[in-house]
């Protein structure tokens, strides 16, 4: 059974840092990794979806990465700023199944 | 472009009643999908919609119902409300499998 793991649970880092956030899943046999953001009583915005054939996706100032045979993606944020406070869940989309799974997220608080 | 469109943003019902929350989308994507979000527990899905005329279970399908007469639509509907349907539920659509997932802003349903 795939499951889908994301460390830290929360993280507090000053405004301008450099920072990662970890995905890790447990079967390889995936289509792809999406990354989601979530603020708070709001919805799911779609940050990057990186295919199973893909290494990494970029925009802006993030980039995911993913390696499949080892089941991790991290998601690096550049020069971080107050606006990046949000939950950050990963889902995988994994194959003969039509269900998304879902860590249960990092929560991120930038201060300024 | 409204992308996914869900209806209402929130709701309160006493227990035993039925609703239906909607979920619409404009980017004629085939599958569709709701999921609900609950503290510790991540988000699981409720039932899935491969294409017009068809739906199916997902991992949490017990007191809801679906239907999908049209590309666009997606209801999802709540036959006797109990409180532990007390949740955020969440819509969602692709254009195929192996595209990501683009979600509506959720319904806040308190079941009293």
């Known amino acids: 059974k795939q499951e889908v793991t994301q460390i830290p649970a929360a993280l507090s880092v000053p405004e301008g840092e450099n920072l990662v956030l970890n995905c890790s899943f447990t079967?390889?046999?995936?289509?792809?990794l999406q990354w989601f953001r979530q603020d708070p009583g709001k919805g799911l915005t779609s940050l990057l979806l990186?295919?199973?054939s893909q290494r990494e996706q970029t925009s802006g100032r993030l980039n995911a990465s993913l390696d499949k045979s080892s089941g991790r993606s991290t998601l690096y944020i550049a020069a971080s700023q107050p606006g990046d406070s949000a939950t950050y869940l990963c889902a995988v989309n994994i194959r003969g199944n039509y269900q998304l799974i879902w860590g249960a997220g990092t929560k991120l608080i930038i201060k300024p | 472009n409204a992308g996914v469109t869900q209806t209402p943003k929130f709701q309160v019902l006493k227990t035993g009643q039925s609703m239906t929350l909607q979920c619409a989308q404009d980017m004629n994507h085939e599958y569709m999908s709701w999921y609900r979000q609950d503290p510790g527990m991540g988000l699981r899905l409720i039932h899935y919609s491969v294409g017009a005329g068809i739906t199916d279970q997902g991992e949490v399908p017990n007191g809801y119902n679906v239907s999908r007469s049209t590309t666009e639509d997606f209801p999802l509907r709540l036959l006797s409300a109990a409180p532990s349907q007390t949740s955020v539920y969440f819509c969602?659509?692709?254009?195929?499998?192996?595209?990501?997932?683009?979600f509506g802003s959720g319904t806040r349903l308190t079941v009293v």
């Open positions: 990186i295919q199973s």
């Open positions: 969602a659509s692709s254009y195929s499998r192996v595209w990501g997932y683009t």
């Open positions: 079967d390889s046999a995936i289509y792809n």
